[in-house]
């Protein structure tokens, strides 16, 4: 947890504006899959922080 709670920070750093469900998305969205393990057995993945972050910076409303 506390790994995600740190990626979460990382998250709100570069884009203070994601909501809770936003930056559950996100992390959903960006996991690496874990290769032969059933979806039950791995959830989402393995967190992908780099892959998250970028995604977070992504959707700023000021991104460039």
Do not use: C, F, W, Y
Request: hydrophobic residues 50%.
């Amino acid at each position: 947890a506390a790994i995600v709670s740190g990626v979460v920070a990382q998250l709100l750093e570069v884009n203070s504006s994601l909501t809770p469900s936003t930056v559950k998305a996100i992390l959903i969205q960006t996991a690496k899959r874990i290769p032969d393990a059933l979806p039950a057995q791995q959830g989402a993945g393995v967190i992908n922080a780099a892959g998250a972050v970028a995604l977070a910076d992504a959707l700023h409303p000021n991104h460039s």
